[in-house]
């Protein structure tokens, strides 16, 4: 299969992120993406780097002062002598802070702007981000490219992740959202109906936020239910869009402990709705921190249950964009990317 990579990601990166108010050790590491390349480059994927892309494609789904934030923060940062290995929000304008009163504007202080803009304490800027971020979106959009010229499937091994990244709000390890920003283009390109399928276990807020009341992208979901998993406030089943994209978001929240046998279902059903309504290609976001020993999952799944969802999903003979979100352990994250991926090509006609 064909697989984009970026070498960009191997700036972004940090020792700690902040849970529960403390610094805790970093799980969206560089050695996650080095891991998935090095599994797929020793089974003979054809690896490649992404074609450069202009902005216009992240705006297209994203806050343009959203942008100018995330290329800015850094310097910004240092411009105003704050001298500190990463930046992480203190100060977060809830909905209750301006309630009644309008919303908030993005004040000047470095301090305050990153609390403007990211939603929680885990999504560090260093100096490395910003360019890491482009580069995945380069490689999202390089991968869906591939697919309108004809592959069948072809991988992107985006890192940073972003299915947590909204319009005008990032973080979950996520800047910008890779998958909306290839799904939009998909949308502009192809005019088909695009769907988005997210087997990540965290529920993907920004994709569903940023398209929730339009029709031409519908998005389903399998995650942790959002009552004991991050992102907390979303990913509920009643959540299925609004106005003219009622009925085109699908949400299927599953137990903690959640087995081969139980997210299987849930996949089918997932798929059986995305094919009701699209007819076009299906971005993947594909999360596999739904492994049993994931550190910050609490699903069941064994590495054979990856290929038989590779394959089913293949099975829809949909053209696949499969774009890389979660996943973090380490140790067996390449093995259980390969094995997606080989049950993709079990199905046949993706050529190499
Ligand atoms: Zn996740």
Redesign the pocket.
Same mark, same amino acid.
């Given at each position: 299969m064909k697989v984009v990579h970026s070498e960009a990601h191997r700036a972004h990166t940090y020792a700690h992120e902040v849970t529960g108010g403390l610094p805790t050790r970093a799980w969206e590491t560089v050695a996650r993406a080095e891991a998935i390349r090095a599994a797929l480059e020793a089974v003979g994927h054809d690896l490649r780097a992404p074609a450069d892309h202009d902005a216009a494609a992240i705006t297209a789904v994203h806050d343009p002062a959203m942008l100018r934030y995330l290329e800015t923060a850094w310097s910004d940062w240092r411009a105003n002598g704050l001298d500190r290995a990463t930046i992480v929000p203190d100060t977060l304008p809830l909905a209750g802070y301006r309630a009644g009163m309008g919303a908030a504007t993005e004040p000047a202080s470095p301090c305050g702007r990153i609390g403007y803009w990211c939603f929680d304490t885990m999504t560090p800027i260093v100096e490395g981000t910003y360019p890491a971020a482009r580069g995945a979106v380069d490689v999202a959009l390089s991968t869906a490219s591939l697919v309108m010229d004809g592959a069948s499937a072809a991988y992107g091994l985006c890192r940073p992740?972003g299915h947590h990244a909204a319009r005008a709000m990032f973080g979950?390890y996520c800047y910008f959202n890779n998958a909306a920003i290839a799904a939009q283009w998909l949308v502009e390109r192809s005019g088909a109906r695009i769907g988005v399928l997210d087997v &990540?276990?965290?529920h993907g807020n920004g994709t569903q936020q940023i398209f929730y009341d339009r029709p031409d992208v519908a998005y389903a979901s399998l995650h942790a239910d959002p009552m004991r998993m991050y992102p907390y406030f979303s990913g509920h089943a009643d959540e299925r869009g609004a106005g003219a994209g009622l009925d085109a978001t699908f949400n299927q929240p599953l137990p903690a402990g959640a087995d081969d046998t139980t997210y299987l279902r849930a996949l089918e059903r997932a798929l059986d709705w995305l094919l009701d309504r699209t007819d076009g290609p299906l971005v993947v976001s594909l999360?596999l &921190?739904t492994y049993r020993d994931d550190p910050?999952?609490d699903f069941a799944l064994t590495t054979p249950l990856y290929r038989v969802c590779g394959a089913r999903t293949a099975g829809t003979r949909r053209p696949l964009v499969i774009l890389q979100?979660?996943?973090y352990d380490v140790a067996t994250l390449g093995e259980n990317v390969r094995e997606w991926l080989a049950g993709v090509e079990e199905v046949g006609s993706v050529e190499e």
């Open positions: 992740p979950g &990540d276990i965290h999360g &921190d910050i999952g979100e979660g996943g």
